[in-house]
Protein backbone atom coordinates (compact mmCIF):
# COMPACT_ATOMS: atom_id res chain seq x y z
CA UNK A 1 0.00 0.00 0.00
CA UNK A 2 2.76 2.60 0.79
CA UNK A 3 4.99 1.82 -2.27
CA UNK A 4 1.00 2.88 -4.32
CA UNK A 5 1.31 5.64 -2.24
CA UNK A 6 4.41 6.83 -3.42
CA UNK A 7 4.09 5.86 -6.61
CA UNK A 8 0.88 7.82 -7.05
CA UNK A 9 2.45 10.90 -5.49
CA UNK A 10 5.30 10.97 -7.81
CA UNK A 11 3.26 10.53 -10.98
CA UNK A 12 1.11 13.37 -9.71
CA UNK A 13 3.81 15.79 -9.06
CA UNK A 14 3.50 18.50 -11.05
CA UNK A 15 5.93 18.81 -14.33
CA UNK A 16 7.80 15.35 -12.79
CA UNK A 17 9.75 13.85 -15.78
CA UNK A 18 11.15 10.57 -15.18
CA UNK A 19 14.73 10.00 -17.67
CA UNK A 20 14.05 8.24 -20.23
CA UNK A 21 16.58 5.48 -18.98
CA UNK A 22 14.86 5.08 -15.67
CA UNK A 23 18.01 5.96 -14.15
CA UNK A 24 17.40 9.77 -12.49
CA UNK A 25 13.59 11.41 -11.15
CA UNK A 26 14.25 14.81 -12.96
CA UNK A 27 11.63 17.87 -11.94
CA UNK A 28 11.49 21.38 -13.91
CA UNK A 29 11.22 24.28 -11.04
CA UNK A 30 10.89 27.43 -11.93
CA UNK A 31 12.65 30.58 -10.88
CA UNK A 32 16.48 31.41 -11.18
CA UNK A 33 18.97 29.30 -10.36
CA UNK A 34 20.60 30.59 -6.97
CA UNK A 35 16.58 31.14 -6.16
CA UNK A 36 15.81 27.16 -6.48
CA UNK A 37 19.42 25.99 -4.92
CA UNK A 38 18.80 28.00 -1.95
CA UNK A 39 15.10 26.68 -1.25
CA UNK A 40 16.61 23.44 -2.18
CA UNK A 41 19.09 23.47 0.40
CA UNK A 42 16.44 25.32 3.08
CA UNK A 43 14.26 22.64 2.34
CA UNK A 44 17.09 19.69 2.86
CA UNK A 45 17.66 21.95 6.33
CA UNK A 46 14.53 21.73 7.20
CA UNK A 47 14.27 18.52 7.26
CA UNK A 48 16.82 18.83 9.96
CA UNK A 49 19.31 16.93 8.08
CA UNK A 50 23.19 18.51 7.56
CA UNK A 51 24.64 19.02 4.01
CA UNK A 52 28.06 17.22 4.05
CA UNK A 53 29.27 18.90 0.67
CA UNK A 54 28.23 21.17 -1.89
CA UNK A 55 29.55 20.01 -5.03
CA UNK A 56 30.27 23.01 -7.65
CA UNK A 57 29.80 20.47 -10.75
CA UNK A 58 29.70 23.00 -13.83
CA UNK A 59 32.76 24.77 -11.98
CA UNK A 60 34.63 21.40 -12.35
CA UNK A 61 33.59 21.04 -15.16
CA UNK A 62 34.59 23.75 -16.83
CA UNK A 63 37.60 23.63 -15.05
CA UNK A 64 38.61 20.16 -15.90
CA UNK A 65 37.41 20.74 -19.75
CA UNK A 66 40.54 23.05 -20.16
CA UNK A 67 42.57 20.29 -19.27
CA UNK A 68 41.42 17.77 -22.13
CA UNK A 69 40.12 19.99 -24.84
CA UNK A 70 36.14 19.93 -24.34
CA UNK A 71 34.89 22.99 -25.21
CA UNK A 72 31.02 21.72 -24.94
CA UNK A 73 29.29 23.42 -22.42
CA UNK A 74 27.00 21.32 -20.48
CA UNK A 75 25.38 23.14 -17.58
CA UNK A 76 25.15 26.96 -17.20
CA UNK A 77 24.82 26.43 -13.50
CA UNK A 78 25.22 22.54 -11.59
CA UNK A 79 25.74 21.96 -8.14
CA UNK A 80 24.71 18.99 -6.25
CA UNK A 81 24.04 18.30 -2.15
CA UNK A 82 25.29 15.47 -0.50
CA UNK A 83 23.74 14.67 2.90
CA UNK A 84 22.38 11.67 4.56
CA UNK A 85 19.28 10.52 7.04
CA UNK A 86 20.64 8.29 9.53
CA UNK A 87 16.85 6.65 10.06
CA UNK A 88 16.62 5.89 6.20
CA UNK A 89 20.48 5.20 5.83
CA UNK A 90 20.14 2.56 9.03
CA UNK A 91 17.35 0.99 7.87
CA UNK A 92 18.74 0.44 4.29
CA UNK A 93 21.94 -0.35 5.40
CA UNK A 94 20.25 -2.97 8.11
CA UNK A 95 17.93 -4.97 5.03
CA UNK A 96 21.33 -5.41 3.08
CA UNK A 97 24.53 -3.83 4.04
CA UNK A 98 24.86 -4.15 0.47
CA UNK A 99 22.88 -0.97 0.08
CA UNK A 100 25.88 1.11 1.49
CA UNK A 101 26.21 2.51 -1.93
CA UNK A 102 22.71 4.31 -1.75
CA UNK A 103 24.50 6.69 1.03
CA UNK A 104 25.15 9.29 0.87
CA UNK A 105 21.80 10.91 -0.59
CA UNK A 106 22.63 13.34 -3.40
CA UNK A 107 20.51 16.04 -5.12
CA UNK A 108 21.44 18.16 -7.87
CA UNK A 109 20.21 21.10 -9.17
CA UNK A 110 21.00 22.66 -12.76
CA UNK A 111 20.46 24.99 -15.70
CA UNK A 112 21.37 23.92 -19.51
CA UNK A 113 22.52 26.49 -21.92
CA UNK A 114 19.75 27.61 -24.40
CA UNK A 115 17.00 26.17 -21.68
CA UNK A 116 15.06 28.56 -19.23
CA UNK A 117 14.41 25.96 -16.85
CA UNK A 118 16.24 24.81 -13.51
CA UNK A 119 16.05 21.11 -13.05
CA UNK A 120 16.46 18.98 -9.55
CA UNK A 121 17.08 15.84 -9.96
CA UNK A 122 18.49 12.48 -8.29
CA UNK A 123 19.44 9.29 -8.44
CA UNK A 124 16.30 6.44 -8.89
CA UNK A 125 17.27 3.63 -6.36
CA UNK A 126 16.98 -0.33 -7.96
CA UNK A 127 14.39 -2.55 -7.57
CA UNK A 128 14.90 -5.41 -5.45
CA UNK A 129 12.89 -8.27 -4.39
CA UNK A 130 14.66 -8.01 -0.38
CA UNK A 131 11.00 -6.05 1.17
CA UNK A 132 12.84 -4.95 4.27
CA UNK A 133 15.09 -3.09 1.44
CA UNK A 134 12.45 -2.11 -0.99
CA UNK A 135 10.35 -0.66 2.06
CA UNK A 136 13.23 1.33 2.89
CA UNK A 137 13.88 2.54 -0.69
CA UNK A 138 10.15 3.63 -0.82
CA UNK A 139 11.23 5.75 2.44
CA UNK A 140 14.66 7.28 0.60
CA UNK A 141 12.26 8.21 -2.44
CA UNK A 142 9.29 10.07 -0.04
CA UNK A 143 12.41 11.76 1.43
CA UNK A 144 13.49 13.07 -1.56
CA UNK A 145 10.14 13.91 -3.16
CA UNK A 146 9.29 15.78 0.01
CA UNK A 147 12.03 18.02 -0.31
CA UNK A 148 12.24 18.60 -3.76
CA UNK A 149 8.44 19.40 -3.42
CA UNK A 150 9.37 21.71 -0.71
CA UNK A 151 12.03 23.65 -2.56
CA UNK A 152 9.59 23.86 -5.99
Known sequence: MNKMIVALTLLCMPMLGLAADNYAVTFKASGTFSDVRDQLQT????????????????EMLERTGKDIGATKQIYEHAEQFEFCNARISRMTMEADPHAIAMCPYIISVYT???????YISYRKPPSTKNPALKKALLEFEKMLTEIIKEAM
Open 112 to 118: TPKDEHV
Open 43 to 58: AIEGKGLKINSNGKIS
